[in-house]
Every structure is written in structure tokens, then in C-alpha cells.
């Protein structure tokens, strides 16, 4: 565990370096991350006594070396290559530190960390364990779990990779476009949750979502020739910039009409517009994540919800349904259809939805389809379909404004 001051903040900015550099050297993936924490564990003892060291990253990557190559020793039987490494007590005590291959090691990490072979869940944690340094307890609350859980999942996972023999390297270039996917997806899993929880008594979990745009920020800076981390980066801005005005002093959640522009993150604004673009520039055409940015631009752009470019966002969707089909899609494309030409061309989507049963047990289904019929004046319905939303509704406030909603059509 990683106490608050000096070292959880060396931790949390150098861990990805540490634990790459680490892998790269022994070869071990799980052995490198164990002798990390090893290292900080032994800070935890050493720093409050004799002071923070001049180099702290030099110190970890020195103490966690000894300890794995004490971990060599141990090994009742060892290759070749373990004996070499164990018998080497003539070099630096700090790893080679090569800055030319930093960014390749950190990519090689993210790789791992996000490798097919782990389940969604898994990915998620390690992700967050290893390249972003936070501990199972920081997890297990963002993602109201208990912590022998994330635990589990952590140590599964390195089991996972170890058995399957992944390497700790960098996949060939023509599986990286390809795989690359799933680091997005992972880190765009960890942002909508700090954005909007899915559970819990609050709306937002900012600390969360801003360890998800660093991750997106330094896989920009690893990889900024692919336009899909560029739109990645520029939909979490874009949507983080509004954080401010999306809750009240009680933490009770502002609806979009309702929100105090000027309490918008500006140069997060104009952090996601840079990030835009850039994955423009890229001139391969943006793509799922880089058209939802494109909607956020559309937000952020607007004086208000009634001068909002809703044609355009209408444009947007229909184009992200052709790129990324999914039914959440389906679905805010008809609140977008509603605020541009009328709920009543948006309801037919809505109960398309409904009928085909692609969202069952969401709550976000009923929560459009009660707002449209109550503009529609369908009040009983529109009454119904709210009070099944705040059952279906696993966030104590959105919950909240769902019920207030349901008992003022009374």
C-alpha cells in the first residue's frame, strides 16, 4: 500500500516507468510489479527515517533490482538466463536507463496490461494497478467492489499472462492498430465511470476520470500519429471541462439546460478542440471516439441547450451508428432528433428500443422515454416510465432527480 506524501507521488507518476523497466529486465511481468510494490513497501519503512532521496525513482528501481534478483535466488531451479541476472552484482545499482526506449517500454506495458487474454474487468484493474499506479484499495472504491476482489482480479491476471507466455514487448506494428482498440476501450471504461457512476451515492468520481485522461494523455504522447487516442483524449476533455457545473452544492446532479456555463473548464475546452483537430489532421477521418468528441465540441461550443447546433449533433450520431452501432447510440440520437425537429419524431426510435429489447434493465431506456412523453403532455405514461427508471437506477442521485421528476407529474 502506498501511504499519502512523497511516495505515493513518486509512485503515482513514475509507476509506469518503474514496473516497464523492471518487466523489461527480468522478463517476469507479475514478478516485476511484485518486487515494485516490495520497493515501496520498503520506502514506506525507510523515507520517514533518513529523508526522501535525491533520485526517488533511482532508489525504487535499485531496491526492487535486489529484490528480484533475490527472488532468482530462491528459485529452486533456474534457466540460464535467471543465473546470469542473479549473478550479476558488478553493475549499476540502477537498471539501465535507456530514454530512447522509456516510451516503448511504458507502450509495452499498456499492451500487456490490456491484453486480449484478460477479461474486461481484469484489464480495467491491472491497467490501473500497473501503468496507473493506483493501489487495490483506490480501486476497489472507484469501482465500489470490495478489495479482496480487485485483489483477485490483479493477481488472476498476472497469472493469466504468465501462463498464456506473453512477452514483455511490443507487439509487431501491424497488430498494434489492432489491438489497440482494446487499450481505448479500457481507458474509456474508466473514464465514464469517474463521468457518470454507475452506482453509489455520487454522481461523479473526478479523481478517477482524471487518472483516465493522464493514461489517455501519455498514450497520445506514445503513440500521436493514431487519430482514435487523439479523439479519445479530446471526448475526455471536452466532457470533463463540464464537471463544475454538473452538480449542485448537495451533490445533487444539473441537468444540461440548467447548468452554469461559465462554471465550464475553458481550457479543457480548448485542450479537446486541439485534441480534435489533431485526430482531423491525421486524415484517416474521425472515428467512434473522435465523432462522440466531435458532439461534446458541439456542447461545449453553445451559448445554450436552445442554441445548441442540434442538426449537426443529429449528423454526428447517425454517422456514429454507422461506425460503432449500439443501442445507447440509438438512444441519444433520439434525444438529439427530439431537441431538433420534436419528441415526436424521437418516440419511434425510442420504442424501437423497446421493442427490440436492447437495453433491458438500463434505466437510461425509460429515463428518455418518460422525458419525451412528458413533452408530448402523455403524463400517466410519461409518470410510469420515470418511477421504472429510479428502480432500474443503481446512483443514489440520479435516483434522486428521477423520483422528483415522476411526483411533479402528479
Same mark, same amino acid.
Given at each position: 500500500?502506498?501511504?499519502?506524501?512523497?511516495?505515493?507521488?513518486?509512485?503515482?507518476?513514475?509507476? =509506469?516507468?518503474?514496473? &516497464?523497466?523492471?518487466?523489461?529486465?527480468?522478463?517476469?511481468?507479475?514478478?516485476?510489479?511484485?518486487?515494485?510494490? !516490495?520497493?515501496?513497501? $520498503?520506502?514506506?519503512?525507510?523515507?520517514? +527515517?533518513?529523508?526522501?532521496?535525491? /533520485?526517488?525513482?533511482?532508489?525504487?528501481?535499485?531496491?526492487?533490482?535486489?529484490?528480484?534478483?533475490?527472488?532468482?535466488?530462491?528459485?529452486?531451479?533456474?534457466?540460464?538466463?535467471?543465473? @546470469?541476472?542473479? =549473478?550479476?552484482?558488478?553493475?549499476?545499482?540502477?537498471?539501465?536507463?535507456?530514454?530512447?526506449?522509456?516510451?516503448?517500454?511504458?507502450?509495452?506495458?499498456?499492451?500487456?496490461?490490456?491484453?486480449?487474454?484478460?477479461?474486461?474487468?481484469?484489464?480495467?484493474?491491472?491497467?490501473?494497478?500497473?501503468?496507473?499506479?493506483?493501489?487495490?484499495? !483506490?480501486?476497489?472504491?472507484?469501482?465500489? +467492489?470490495?478489495?479482496?476482489?480487485?485483489?483477485?482480479?490483479?493477481?488472476?491476471?498476472?497469472?493469466?499472462?504468465?501462463?498464456?507466455?506473453?512477452?514483455?514487448?511490443?507487439?509487431? =506494428?501491424?497488430?498494434?492498430?489492432? #489491438?489497440?482498440?482494446?487499450?481505448?476501450?479500457?481507458?474509456?471504461?474508466?473514464?465514464?465511470?469517474?463521468?457518470?457512476?454507475?452506482?453509489? *451515492?455520487?454522481?461523479?468520481?473526478?479523481?478517477?476520470?482524471?487518472?483516465?485522461? #493522464?493514461?489517455?494523455?501519455?498514450?497520445?504522447?506514445?503513440? %500521436?500519429?493514431?487519430? $482514435? +487516442?487523439?479523439?479519445?483524449?479530446?471526448?475526455? *476533455?471536452?466532457?470533463?471541462?463540464?464537471?463544475?457545473?454538473?452538480?449542485?452544492?448537495?451533490?445533487? %446532479?444539473?441537468?444540461?439546460?440548467?447548468? /452554469?456555463?461559465?462554471?465550464?473548464?475553458?481550457?479543457?475546452?480548448?485542450?479537446?478542440?486541439?485534441?480534435?483537430?489533431?485526430?482531423?489532421?491525421?486524415?484517416?477521418?474521425?472515428?467512434?471516439?473522435?465523432?462522440?468528441?466531435?458532439?461534446?465540441?458541439?456542447?461545449?461550443?453553445?451559448?445554450?441547450?436552445?442554441?445548441?447546433?442540434?442538426?449537426?449533433?443529429?449528423?454526428?450520431?447517425?454517422?456514429?451508428?454507422?461506425?460503432?452501432?449500439?443501442?445507447?447510440?440509438?438512444? /441519444?440520437? =433520439?434525444?438529439?432528433?427530439?431537441?431538433?425537429?420534436?419528441?415526436?419524431?424521437?418516440?419511434?426510435?425510442?420504442?424501437? @428500443?423497446?421493442?427490440?429489447?436492447?437495453?433491458?434493465? &438500463?434505466?437510461?431506456?425509460?429515463?428518455?422515454?418518460?422525458? @419525451?412523453?412528458?413533452? @408530448?403532455?402523455?403524463?400517466?405514461?410519461?409518470?410510469? $416510465?420515470?418511477?421504472?427508471?429510479?428502480?432500474?437506477?443503481? /446512483?443514489?442521485?440520479?435516483?434522486?432527480?428521477?423520483?422528483?421528476?415522476?411526483?411533479?407529474?402528479?
Amino acid at each position: 500500500m502506498v501511504a499519502p506524501g512523497p511516495i505515493e507521488a513518486v509512485w503515482r507518476i513514475e509507476s =509506469a516507468r518503474i514496473v &516497464s523497466a523492471l518487466a523489461r529486465y527480468t522478463g517476469d511481468f507479475a514478478l516485476a510489479e511484485d518486487v515494485a510494490q !516490495e520497493a515501496v513497501a $520498503e520506502a514506506l519503512v525507510s523515507w520517514p +527515517v533518513d529523508g526522501v532521496p535525491a /533520485n526517488p525513482r533511482a532508489w525504487l528501481m535499485t531496491v526492487a533490482r535486489r529484490r528480484a534478483i533475490d527472488s532468482f535466488r530462491r528459485r529452486a531451479v533456474q534457466d540460464d538466463k535467471y543465473a @546470469l541476472i542473479a =549473478a550479476d552484482e558488478t553493475g549499476s545499482e540502477e537498471l539501465s536507463w535507456d530514454p530512447d526506449r522509456i516510451d516503448d517500454d511504458v507502450l509495452a506495458l499498456m499492451f500487456i496490461a490490456c491484453h486480449p487474454v484478460l477479461s474486461a474487468e481484469a484489464r480495467v484493474a491491472l491497467t490501473l494497478r500497473t501503468v496507473g499506479g493506483l493501489t487495490s484499495e !483506490e480501486i476497489a472504491r472507484a469501482f465500489l +467492489v470490495p478489495v479482496p476482489t480487485i485483489q483477485a482480479r490483479i493477481t488472476r491476471a498476472k497469472k493469466t499472462i504468465g501462463a498464456a507466455g506473453v512477452p514483455f514487448e511490443l507487439p509487431p =506494428a501491424e497488430q498494434r492498430r489492432e #489491438r489497440l482498440g482494446g487499450i481505448l476501450s479500457v481507458l474509456y471504461v474508466i473514464f465514464t465511470e469517474g463521468s457518470t457512476a454507475t452506482a453509489g *451515492e455520487q454522481l461523479l468520481r473526478v479523481d478517477l476520470a482524471a487518472e483516465a485522461i #493522464r493514461l489517455v494523455r501519455m498514450l497520445a504522447a506514445l503513440m %500521436p500519429d493514431e487519430p $482514435e +487516442v487523439h479523439g479519445l483524449l479530446g471526448l475526455c *476533455e471536452l466532457t470533463a471541462a463540464r464537471f463544475a457545473a454538473r452538480t449542485g452544492p448537495d451533490g445533487e %446532479p444539473v441537468l444540461l439546460e440548467d447548468q /452554469n456555463r461559465r462554471l465550464w473548464d475553458s481550457s479543457a475546452i480548448r485542450r479537446g478542440l486541439a485534441a480534435i483537430r489533431r485526430a482531423a489532421e491525421l486524415g484517416r477521418g474521425l472515428g467512434a471516439y473522435g465523432l462522440q468528441a466531435a458532439i461534446a465540441a458541439c456542447h461545449a461550443l453553445a451559448p445554450s441547450v436552445a442554441e445548441t447546433d442540434w442538426e449537426r449533433i443529429v449528423l454526428l450520431y447517425e454517422a456514429l451508428g454507422r461506425v460503432a452501432p449500439s443501442p445507447i447510440v440509438e438512444l /441519444n440520437r =433520439a434525444v438529439a432528433v427530439a431537441m431538433a425537429t420534436g419528441p415526436a419524431s424521437a418516440l419511434p426510435i425510442v420504442d424501437e @428500443l423497446v421493442a427490440t429489447d436492447r437495453l433491458a434493465g &438500463s434505466h437510461l431506456l425509460p429515463t428518455v422515454r418518460g422525458e @419525451l412523453l412528458t413533452r @408530448l403532455g402523455r403524463t400517466a405514461e410519461a409518470r410510469a $416510465e420515470l418511477e421504472l427508471a429510479a428502480r432500474l437506477c443503481t /446512483n443514489t442521485r440520479e435516483r434522486s432527480v428521477l423520483l422528483r421528476k415522476a411526483a411533479a407529474l402528479h
